[in-house]
C-alpha cells in the first residue's frame, strides 16, 4: 500500500488556485491538447495535482531532485489518481541530461529565489533543449523589478533567505530576463499575484 503524502505547505494550499487561474487560459491557448508540462521542484506535489486536475487534456511530469522530495511527490500523485498526471522524475536542473527528451511546457513554483543562481540558467537552459518554438517556461515567485523590493516584506524575506544561505535570495526580474534570453526565451507577461509575488511566462 502506498505512504499517505505529507501535509501540503500552508503557502502552496494559498497560492495553488491563484496560480491554476493564470495557467489554464495561458495554456489552453498555447499548447495543443496532450501537450506535456513538466514542472521542476515539485516540493509536495499538490500543484501538480491541482493543474492536472484542472486542465485533464495535458500531461503533467512532476520531477524533484533529492530522493526524499521524489517519495513525497510519489505519494500525492497517488493518492490524486489522474490519469494525466504522471509518477514523478528524479531530476536537478545542475545535472545533465535530464531524464526526459521533449517537454511543450515548463512550471517551476517557488525555486528561484531558494537556489543558486546557476539554477535559474540551468532552468532555461535544459527548457531550451526539451522544446519546440513557442515552448513556455512559467515561474512563480518574488521578484524586484527594477531594483523596486514591491514590499518591505520581500527586502526581509530576501535577508533571511541569504542568512539561511547565500547563494539563494529573490532575484531582479530583468536579470532573469536575460539570462531567458541568453538561451532563446522573451518574457511574455507578467501578472501580480497574492502575497507580493509574480507568474511570469517566458516564450521561446
Known amino acids: 500500500m502506498s505512504a499517505a503524502p505529507a501535509p501540503v505547505p500552508p503557502s502552496a494550499l494559498r497560492n495553488a488556485g491563484a496560480i491554476r487561474d493564470v495557467l489554464m487560459p495561458l495554456l489552453t491557448e498555447a499548447l495543443p491538447p496532450n501537450a506535456t ?5 515539485s516540493g509536495s506535489g499538490h500543484h501538480a495535482a491541482v493543474m492536472a486536475a484542472a486542465l485533464p ?13 521524489h517519495a513525497e511527490v510519489t505519494a500525492r500523485v497517488s493518492e490524486a489518481r489522474l490519469a494525466n ?4 522524475l528524479l531530476l536537478d536542473v545542475l545535472k545533465t541530461p535530464w531524464p526526459l527528451a521533449h517537454a511543450d511546457a515548463l512550471m517551476c513554483i517557488n525555486m528561484i529565489h531558494i537556489s543558486p543562481w546557476e539554477a535559474t540558467d540551468a532552468v532555461f537552459a535544459g527548457a531550451a533543449r526539451l522544446m519546440p518554438d513557442k515552448g513556455l517556461v512559467m515561474t512563480y515567485g518574488p521578484y524586484r523589478i527594477d531594483g523596486d523590493w514591491g514590499a518591505d516584506s520581500n527586502r526581509m524575506f530576501d535577508a533571511s533567505l541569504r542568512q539561511r544561505n547565500p ?9 532573469v ?4 534570453a541568453s538561451h532563446g526565451f522573451t518574457l511574455q507577461e507578467r501578472w501580480p499575484m497574492p502575497a507580493n509575488n509574480f507568474t511570469l511566462a517566458f516564450t521561446k
Request: charged share 30%; proline share 9%.
Open 37 to 41: 508540462v513538466l514542472e521542476i521542484a
Open 57 to 69: 487534456q495535458f500531461i503533467w511530469q512532476p520531477s524533484e531532485r533529492d530522493p526524499q522530495g
Open 85 to 88: 498526471l504522471r509518477a514523478p
Open 167 to 175: 547563494a539563494w535570495g529573490v532575484r531582479e526580474l530583468r536579470d
Open 177 to 180: 530576463e536575460r539570462v531567458a
